[in-house]
């Protein structure tokens, strides 16, 4: 495979092993939990005790053991990244995620007031839910996640835990150690999260004939894409990471990320148990999470569940990200709604850039696409819905199809 051969932890000096050259099978062979190698730059290094260590977690690094896990491949892509670079597009304007943090405080503020000087009528409860849900905090944690706001780590740190902890109710390493790996290996089984359906849905093409061929039928497959709208977008925030972050934080026993999830509770109970009671607050914070967990599974999936969802192919960094993304053409509203994540492709490909400067850099990836003969899909925000039931459906039919005919 090449010269190298170096095996030490990253970040030590090392000596290079005499006649340090491996073979891909030797360096495939280091995949488990106790003995990990890895290879970037075509040099290779153990990082079984280093990945403990790792900022993203361990579960990021470690979905490279025993393969190549150099950033890019392709030259072009290294020299679009120092063009960018040059031209400014890694560099924050505070002003935007000032703005950003001020009208989510300014709509929690005024939903509140609202209550407090009105009343608790049908009419203004429906109204001030609106204005809680459409605050979004979340497109402005996921920016903090990113580091892509402050040049100092430690800052957006601390801002992410203030955002997610105290506008949101959840928890900054439950959300880091998750969300790297889906960046790390997107939509592929057993290494990205999104894509573990828990046995409710068949995605992709090969899950659904590997399913139907096991005669594994733990639900009407083949009826997904309608029951999808039952419990996929109405369940996904208020219940199944509602459990799942509060279980992480106390499992992990991460009481500072605790701590910020409480204060927001607090906070929030504070707020409306005197407008509301007690019932009628949870009732409403309820409803809430209801509103932006379907704003937030359909932002997120029209993106990527349409798209190849496999097992692990060592493609290389580029190709692998294009193939598990797409974006949605831009607009106002579009941006808006998305966080600017209609611009998936991009964020993936430069996850620490920041979200308002996507649509420079867009250009200059399509262009290095199509130099390559990589896919660069872009649809409408209406076509982007449409696949997601779309896709759904086929990966459904193929399920039934395993399951009576193989």
């Known amino acids: 495979m090449g010269g190298g051969g170096q095996l030490t932890e990253p970040g030590e000096s090392g000596s290079r092993r005499a006649g340090g050259v491996y073979t891909w099978e030797e360096v495939q062979s280091h995949c488990n939990r106790n003995d990990q190698w890895l290879v970037i730059d075509r040099k290779v290094y153990d990082i079984t005790h280093w990945a403990k260590g790792h900022p993203g977690g361990h579960r990021v690094i470690s979905h490279y053991a025993g393969e190549d896990a150099t950033a890019a491949i392709i030259q072009d892509f290294y020299t679009l990244r120092a063009q960018a670079e040059s031209e400014g597009l890694f560099k924050a304007q505070p002003l935007f995620f000032c703005l950003h943090l001020g009208h989510i405080l300014l709509l929690e503020a005024l939903a509140w007031l609202i209550i407090w000087l009105w009343g608790t009528s049908w009419t203004l409860t429906f109204l001030c839910s609106i204005m809680l849900a459409t605050a979004q905090a979340g497109w402005l944690q996921h920016d903090f996640g990113h580091l892509s706001v402050f040049k100092k780590s430690s800052w957006n740190h601390m801002l992410h835990k203030f955002v997610i902890g105290h506008l949101k109710g959840a928890s900054a390493n439950w959300w880091n150690h998750r969300h790297f790996q889906h960046h790390a290996k997107p939509n592929i089984f057993s290494k990205d999260p999104d894509v573990n359906m828990l046995h409710i849905f068949v995605v992709g093409a090969t899950q659904p004939v590997e399913y139907g061929i096991k005669k594994i039928k733990y639900m009407p497959y083949h009826h997904q894409h309608q029951y999808f709208l039952l419990v996929g977008p109405p369940l996904l925030i208020p219940v199944y990471f509602h459990i799942q972050i509060i279980r992480t934080m106390i499992s992990r026993r991460d009481w500072v990320d605790l701590a910020w999830s409480m204060s927001y509770y607090l906070r929030y109970l504070c707020c409306y148990v005197p407008l509301y009671g007690l019932f009628g607050s949870l009732a409403l914070i ?54 600017h994540l209609n611009f998936q492709i991009e964020h993936h490909l430069f996850p620490t850039m920041p979200r308002h400067n996507y649509h420079l850099v867009a250009p200059l990836v399509h262009a290095l696409c199509e130099k390559h003969g990589i896919p660069y899909q872009v649809k409408t925000m209406w076509q982007g819905l449409v696949d997601v039931i779309r896709s759904l459906k086929n990966s459904g039919d193929l399920w039934l199809d395993a399951y009576l005919h193989k």
């Not at 704003?295 to 598990?324: C, R, S």
């Open 286 to 339: 309820s409803f809430v999470r209801f509103l932006e967990s379907h704003w937030f599974v359909w932002v997120t999936q029209m993106n990527h569940l349409p798209m190849d969802i496999d097992h692990e192919k060592h493609h290389d960094w580029l190709t692998m990200q294009l193939q598990a993304t797409c974006n949605i053409e831009k607009s106002s509203f579009n941006d808006w709604f998305s966080g």
